[in-house]
């Protein structure tokens, strides 16, 4: 009688519990970007923040989705996909727009400033994926060039993914490209921070957000029997956040001397 009425208790309580975790899962991937969007919004800056950070996000779980049609895994992992696409397109905005502004602005202070007047206030030239330049990759002028980008990258792997849907091997394969993509995701924040000896302009709480996201992800791949893939991919970001952190300790310790500013129109490109 006692233990019937303990069940009670408990069989609400972990299922509590189990919803709890799903929406953890779901939307705690997002929310380390939360400070690191309203940083970027309020000082309209986009510089410390690599875009290649949503690029990599972007393409893991494009293929995580797609690895979902040949292996089915938890709907809260297929959830969170979804959520996260969405919110790096939305950062991706955002940094696409406020880089545009400042380049248009220094343009303008930089000609506002010549001594021949007859200089022609000359607009940044536009660049778009469809350029085919590799110097200007996933460095475009227009939000839309990212969005048509992205929809070519999920035709292609979506088709391909058509053809080959019944071959083991090929989805196996696919969801291992998944989380080994997804596993490189602080590699360009990392790269950007070396490349700079700085980690101005990064937002600590993002990459603390990181960690602690990453390391309950792992911990929930591990606990529900989740494919290997996805807990290597996890233990794989853990080590990178820490390596992130490590910078930022390196870096505040030993400061970088400023270099004397030179104004030019190009400068300061963020990866």
Not at 158 to 164: D, E, I, K, N, P
Request: charged content about 15%; overall charge neutral; glycine content about 6%.
């Amino acid at each position: 009688m006692e233990a019937e009425g303990l069940d009670w208790l408990l069989v609400p309580l972990h299922q509590l519990v189990s919803w709890g975790a799903a929406g953890a899962m779901v939307f705690g991937g997002v929310v380390p970007y939360i400070p690191q969007y309203r940083d970027i919004r309020r000082a309209q800056n986009a510089e410390g923040f690599s875009t290649y950070v949503c690029l990599v996000l972007l393409v893991a779980n494009i293929l995580r989705i797609l690895f979902w049609f040949g292996r089915h895994f938890e709907s809260p992992l297929l959830w969170q996909s979804i959520v996260m696409i969405l919110t790096m397109l939305l950062m991706l905005k955002l940094c696409t727009e406020v880089r545009v502004t400042n380049e248009l602005n220094v343009k303008r202070r930089f000609f506002a400033a010549a001594d021949n007047k007859d200089e022609e206030f000359k607009v940044p030239p536009r660049r778009s994926y469809l350029d085919f330049d590799p110097h200007h990759f996933w460095h475009w002028s227009s939000f839309g060039d990212y969005v048509q980008c992205v929809l070519a990258f999920t035709g292609v792997a979506g088709y391909v993914t058509y053809l080959s849907i019944d071959s083991a091997l090929f989805v196996e394969t696919l969801g291992f490209l998944a989380v080994l993509t997804e596993a490189t995701l602080g590699v360009p924040q990392l790269y950007r921070n070396y490349c700079h000896q700085s980690t101005e302009g990064m937002s600590i709480k993002m990459v603390l957000m990181w960690t602690s996201g990453d390391t309950f992800k792992t911990a929930y791949f591990l606990l529900n029997g989740a494919p290997l893939q996805f807990s290597v991919c996890g233990l794989l970001q853990v080590l990178v956040d820490l390596a992130i952190l490590g910078q930022a300790y390196a870096f505040a310790r030993h400061p970088q001397k400023p270099a004397p500013h030179v104004a030019h129109p190009a400068s300061a490109k963020a990866l």
